[in-house]
């Protein structure tokens, strides 16, 4: 992969027209608009009984604190608003209730190399619920000491005691939220965070020895404008950021009410919010960066931009990662973990989740046993997502089919006289379906062509984010 600056890419109003629709991001394949309540605890048991028959494999575990003291009004997280600190304390008791259970229930498979708290706001806990909590984690499970310990921090009440106690405790990488740095942005969406706030935190996680931290932008909110946008880019240059997360925008306001808070015609349109991606994409290359699957950037000495090199990047519901594990496990409300070839989410409410707890079983609202051909065409997504690239004999090996049987539908549609290829999104050869820079901005698309549960209905607006 060029470490050099990569081409402008220039889109045409007929291609954004045809293109930016609704569609999945991909987080995982089937999406979570195919979990249904048919798996529940008890298959969940099973999930986990299969992956404690694997003791030497490691896992991924990933926390969900759900609190924070303001709603951002863009936000579509699963968060509770409070400033009752005992709301926090009795989620915690539950939340060491189901750690304990999941681990038990895996045996001896305890080898973590893949930590993550996210929210919400993990820094809502105070330092001893901090230390508390990661300790019960410790007694539950083994973290190696290579893994990749990560927190979700904000840097408006995030103290720098906090942030010493991370990394005492083994945590080694901050994704740091900013979203935009514009004063009139941060206003209409309710998260006021100065500069200085940002760079001091920044600064001190560095002298206390953060080897890696990211910083997470959102392109396509209301008010943002290139000019200003362009700045909130400079800063984040400056910083020297390892990783930048640079988000589309989701505006759902049928599933996510805060967002009525502003009138959406404040929102910029497809043109302009592609745009400030394109904004972003160019600073950031021109500054050294490497373009990490679709809407990340990280140093070419990062371990991400390496992956990416060798085409072994791969991702989960944490994120982009080099270190993914074959099972995840989810705790906390609304969490959703990979196990076993299931996927299972909890409870997204408080009172159904302590409950489920309270009866001794464990919070499960939903999941997805993947069938074979969700295995192969998880992997495919994954790889096209991840690495922009598809080597179609390594499919063939790794699951023994014939790629042009299984897939013929899809090329057929690849190679049409108005498909992906002839719009000079993506090359196909017998030996790879290789996606090109075009391509790059549209690969929620490319991916949808593999999706077989939309071959009988369109993406659906109500539920899924436009592509672009």
């Given at each position: 992969?060029?470490?050099s600056v990569a081409p402008t890419i220039r889109v045409t109003p007929d291609l954004l027209r045809k293109y930016d629709r609704p569609g999945p991001r991909y987080t995982s394949y089937p999406t979570a608009v195919e979990f249904n309540p048919a798996y529940d605890a008890s298959a969940y048991f099973?999930?986990?009984?299969?992956?404690?028959?694997?003791?030497?494999?490691?896992?991924?575990?990933?926390?969900?604190?759900?609190?924070?003291?303001?709603?951002?009004?863009?936000?579509?997280?699963?968060?509770?608003?409070?400033?009752?600190?005992?709301?926090?304390?009795?989620?915690?008791?539950?939340?060491?209730?189901?750690?304990?259970?999941?681990?038990?229930?895996?045996?001896?498979?305890?080898?973590?190399?893949?930590?993550?708290?996210?929210?919400?706001?993990?820094?809502?806990?105070?330092?001893?619920?901090?230390?508390?909590?990661?300790?019960?984690?410790?007694?539950?499970?083994?973290?190696?000491?290579?893994?990749?310990?990560?927190?979700?921090?904000?840097?408006?009440?995030?103290?720098?005691?906090?942030?010493?106690?991370?990394?005492?405790?083994?945590?080694?990488?901050?994704?740091?939220?900013?979203?935009?740095?514009?004063?009139?942005?941060?206003?209409?969406?309710?998260?006021?965070?100065?500069?200085?706030?940002?760079?001091?935190?920044?600064a001190h996680s560095r002298s206390v020895g953060f080897p890696s931290i990211n910083v997470d932008l959102i392109y396509g909110l209301p008010l943002q404008k290139p000019e200003t946008f362009a700045k909130t880019l400079d800063t984040v240059i400056e910083l020297r950021a390892d990783r930048v997360?640079?988000?589309?925008?989701?505006?759902?306001?049928?599933?996510?009410?805060?967002?009525?808070?502003?009138?959406?015609?404040?929102?910029?349109?497809?043109?302009?919010?592609?745009?400030?991606?394109?904004?972003?994409?160019?600073?950031?290359?021109?500054?050294?960066?490497?373009?990490?699957?679709?809407?990340?950037?990280?140093?070419?000495?990062?371990?991400?931009?390496?992956?990416?090199?060798?085409?072994?990047?791969?991702?989960?519901?944490?994120?982009?990662?080099?270190?993914?594990?074959?099972?995840?496990?989810?705790?906390?409300?609304?969490?959703?973990?990979?196990?076993?070839?299931?996927?299972?989410?909890?409870?997204?409410?408080?009172?159904?989740?302590?409950?489920?707890?309270?009866?001794?079983?464990?919070?499960?609202?939903?999941?997805?046993?993947?069938?074979?051909?969700?295995?192969?065409?998880?992997?495919?997504?994954?790889?096209?997502?991840?690495?922009?690239?598809?080597?179609?004999?390594?499919?063939?090996?790794?699951?023994?089919?014939?790629?042009?049987?299984?897939?013929?539908?899809?090329?057929?549609?690849?190679?049409?006289?108005?498909?992906?290829?002839?719009?000079?999104?993506?090359?196909?050869?017998?030996?790879?379906?290789?996606?090109?820079?075009?391509?790059?901005?549209?690969?929620?698309?490319?991916?949808?062509?593999?999706?077989?549960?939309?071959l009988d209905k369109n993406a659906d607006a109500r539920i899924f984010s436009r592509t672009v």
């Open positions: 992969m060029s470490k099973d999930s986990l009984h299969d992956a404690a028959m694997r003791p030497d494999d490691p896992l991924s575990l990933y926390l969900h604190l759900p609190f924070c003291e303001h709603r951002c009004t863009f936000c579509g997280c699963n968060v509770v608003i409070t400033q009752h600190r005992e709301v926090l304390q009795k989620y915690l008791s539950y939340l060491y209730r189901e750690l304990r259970e999941v681990a038990r229930r895996l045996g001896q498979r305890r080898k973590i190399v893949q930590y993550h708290w996210g929210g919400g706001t993990p820094t809502y806990l105070k330092i001893e619920e901090i230390r508390a909590l990661h300790r019960v984690v410790t007694e539950c499970f083994e973290v190696l000491p290579d893994a990749e310990a990560a927190i979700e921090v904000d840097p408006r009440v995030t103290s720098r005691e906090q942030i010493s106690l991370l990394r005492s405790l083994g945590f080694n990488r901050l994704s740091m939220g900013v979203q935009d740095f514009d004063p009139e942005v941060q206003a209409i969406i309710n998260r006021n965070q100065t500069e200085y706030q940002t760079r001091e935190l920044f997360a640079v988000y589309s925008y989701a505006h759902v306001p049928w599933l996510r009410t805060q967002q009525k808070g502003f009138d959406p015609a404040l929102l910029p349109s497809a043109e302009q919010k592609l745009e400030l991606f394109c904004l972003a994409r160019e600073a950031f290359l021109q500054a050294g960066y490497c373009q990490i699957g679709m809407d990340h950037f990280s140093l070419p000495e990062d371990e991400l931009a390496k992956a990416v090199e060798t085409r072994t990047l791969s991702r989960n519901f944490m994120g982009y990662t080099v270190k993914a594990a074959p099972d995840m496990i989810g705790l906390g409300v609304s969490a959703i973990g990979d196990v076993a070839g299931s996927y299972a989410q909890n409870e997204k409410k408080l009172p159904r989740y302590y409950d489920a707890i309270e009866k001794g079983s464990l919070p499960i609202e939903r999941g997805y046993r993947l069938s074979a051909d969700d295995q192969i065409r998880r992997f495919v997504i994954t790889q096209l997502m991840c690495n922009f690239h598809l080597d179609l004999r390594t499919v063939e090996e790794r699951f023994g089919i014939v790629f042009e049987n299984a897939f013929e539908r899809e090329l057929s549609e690849l190679a049409s006289p108005d498909g992906l290829t002839a719009n000079g999104f993506v090359t196909v050869s017998r030996e790879a379906v290789h996606v090109e820079p075009l391509g790059h901005l549209f690969v929620r698309n490319i991916a949808m062509l593999f999706d077989r549960y939309l």
